[in-house]
């Protein structure tokens, strides 16, 4: 009698539909790992004007990756992943690419950028822990879009053709007096 009754129920109350449920959204999860192969299918399907998931890029924009996506690396890819973790300055040099002018392109770093890259990127293996940290974690930066592009003594400042500083005639503490002083006269001429 037990037995009738699993069966009844399990047709009456939507048993078998529960389990072809789980059976959909497991193969849905299955789907839902990404790797460079099925990326590549999507975008072969895009190219060709079929629809395609769009999930694994940002705002549907397929040169910007979506963020939490699971992602399934080929041995290559992961033995590529780990040296270039440890070589920010090869990543950037070789990966990286850069809207300008000519489209995306790769970028020859100067010798600033990869002072810079080595400061923040370089990490050392902390016993204790079991694991790599930051060699530098106490940096905090704020640079402008040009930072480091014009470092000179001779570099001349201009505000509004009024302030000219030639920087080598002064020390630092000077120069920041100067520059206060010429800056409140300047605007106390519009007050």
């Known amino acids: 009698?037990?037995?009738?009754?699993?069966?009844?129920?399990?047709?009456?109350?939507?048993?078998?539909?529960?389990?072809?449920?789980?059976?959909?959204?497991?193969e849905k999860r299955k789907k839902r790992i990404y790797s460079t192969s099925r990326i590549e299918d999507i975008l072969k399907d895009l190219k060709k004007g079929y629809e395609a998931d769009?999930?694994?890029?940002?705002?549907?924009?397929?040169?910007?990756?979506?963020p939490n996506l699971t992602f399934k690396m080929t041995e290559e890819e992961y033995d590529k992943w780990i040296y270039y973790s440890a070589?920010?300055?090869?990543?950037?040099?070789?990966?990286?690419?850069?809207?300008n002018d000519k489209g995306r392109t790769l970028v020859k770093l100067r010798d600033y950028q990869k002072e810079y890259l080595h400061l923040v990127g370089d990490e050392v293996y902390d016993?204790?822990?079991?694991?790599?940290?930051p060699l530098n974690n106490k940096i905090i930066a704020m640079q402008s879009r040009q930072s480091s592009k014009c470092f000179s003594s001779q570099t001349a400042i201009k505000l509004q053709e009024e302030i000219r500083i030639n920087t080598s005639k002064l020390s630092i503490r000077n120069f920041l007096i100067d520059q206060i002083l010429k800056c409140l006269r300047w605007f106390s001429k519009f007050v």
């Open 1 to 26: 009698m037990a037995s009738s009754f699993s069966q009844f129920s399990n047709s009456t109350f939507g048993g078998s539909k529960r389990a072809n449920d789980e059976k959909k959204e497991e």
């Open 54 to 66: 769009m999930t694994p890029f940002f705002e549907n924009d397929i040169t910007l990756r979506s």
């Open 87 to 99: 070589n920010p300055v090869d990543f950037t040099e070789r990966e990286v690419v850069f809207l």
């Open 127 to 133: 016993e204790d822990l079991g694991e790599f940290l």
